[in-house]
């Protein structure tokens, strides 16, 4: 069984203006059940398929749109019902005076869209395979390969070649609360798994949180410690609580 995948792809091969585009994404599969080779003869179909498209040639041409001097058929033929692999897209160029009246010319959409496949030529035959090459889409859009450091990418990026140190400034307010916590005034706990007599049996106290109140006792902030610290007795701990803006 053999499969051919085909979609297609405009490109300018002289001149200025619109330079080449992507191909279509979109793509028609044929599937052969025979044990022979076979012949495929395509047509674009669908009046006004590419509204935009315009011979610049003509004398009613308006100046808008886009055109293109070549049309090419990019095809590959898969075995097993496999999908196509994005390495080995062939092309094969269809571009003759029957599209563009004349050599060189840009392709009229309208001979395009309504078309003769035998007339036009659009037939393409296995024999093709052999002597078609590889589609490159790098090559096709000037696009850098990866040892080309010379050759503008995408939005014409320049490659720079050294090193460079950067910072980032910003500016930071920050408030900063000292806080000392004493035994001698948070020497008992509320917690009833807790010793409640501190005299002859002192409770375990451990710090693991710390509360900011303003003046009409409103909490305004927490800050929790990221490990407990045991308050022990005699001892004062000196707590640094920042908030940052």
Same mark, same amino acid.
């Given at each position: 069984?053999?499969?051919?995948?085909?979609? &297609?792809?405009?490109?300018?091969?002289?001149?200025? /203006?619109?330079? %080449?585009?992507?191909?279509?994404?979109?793509?028609?599969?044929? +599937?052969?059940?025979? %044990?022979?080779?076979?012949?495929?003869?395509?047509?674009?179909?669908?009046?006004?398929?590419?509204?935009?498209?315009?011979?610049?040639?003509? @004398? #009613?041409?308006?100046?808008?749109?886009?055109?293109?001097?070549?049309?090419?058929?990019?095809?590959?033929?898969?075995?097993?019902?496999?999908?196509? @692999? =994005?390495?080995?897209?062939?092309?094969?160029?269809?571009?003759?005076?029957?599209?563009?009246?004349?050599?060189?010319?840009? *392709?009229?959409?309208?001979?395009? #869209?309504?078309?003769?496949?035998?007339?036009? /030529?659009?037939?393409?035959? &296995? +024999?093709?395979?052999?002597?078609?090459?590889?589609?490159?889409?790098?090559?096709?859009? /000037?696009?850098?390969? $990866?040892?080309?450091?010379?050759?503008?990418?995408? /939005?014409?990026?320049?490659?720079? &070649?050294? $090193?460079?140190?950067?910072?980032?400034?910003?500016?930071?307010?920050?408030?900063?609360?000292?806080? $000392?916590?004493?035994?001698?005034?948070?020497?008992?706990?509320?917690?009833?798994?807790?010793?409640?007599?501190?005299?002859?049996? =002192?409770?375990?106290?451990?710090?693991? #949180?710390?509360? *900011?109140?303003?003046?009409?006792?409103?909490?305004?902030?927490?800050?929790?410690? %990221?490990?407990?610290?045991?308050?022990?007795?005699?001892?004062?701990?000196?707590?640094?609580?920042?908030?940052?803006?």
């Amino acid at each position: 069984m053999c499969i051919r995948d085909r979609t &297609y792809t405009f490109e300018n091969s002289s001149g200025s /203006g619109y330079t %080449s585009t992507l191909p279509c994404q979109y793509y028609a599969k044929l +599937t052969n059940n025979t %044990s022979t080779s076979k012949d495929v003869q395509f047509r674009i179909s669908d009046v006004d398929l590419l509204p935009y498209m315009r011979k610049e040639e003509l @004398s #009613e041409y308006d100046g808008m749109g886009w055109s293109a001097k070549n049309f090419k058929l990019l095809y590959q033929i898969t075995t097993d019902n496999n999908r196509p @692999s =994005p390495d080995a897209w062939k092309y094969h160029d269809f571009t003759t005076t029957g599209l563009t009246a004349t050599t060189g010319a840009t *392709i009229n959409p309208k001979i395009l #869209e309504i078309q003769n496949p035998t007339a036009l /030529g659009f037939s393409l035959n &296995y +024999t093709n395979s052999y002597t078609d090459k590889v589609y490159s889409i790098m090559d096709s859009l /000037g696009m850098a390969h $990866n040892s080309d450091h010379n050759t503008l990418q995408f /939005g014409d990026e320049r490659f720079f &070649y050294g $090193n460079i140190n950067t910072y980032i400034g910003a500016t930071i307010y920050k408030t900063m609360f000292d806080v $000392n916590v004493a035994s001698s005034e948070f020497n008992a706990t509320t917690n009833p798994t807790r010793s409640q007599v501190s005299s002859t049996n =002192p409770p375990n106290i451990k710090v693991s #949180e710390v509360a *900011i109140y303003d003046s009409a006792k409103n909490l305004v902030c927490i800050g929790k410690l %990221s490990t407990p610290v045991a308050l022990l007795a005699g001892n004062t701990i000196m707590l640094e609580l920042s908030m940052d803006f």
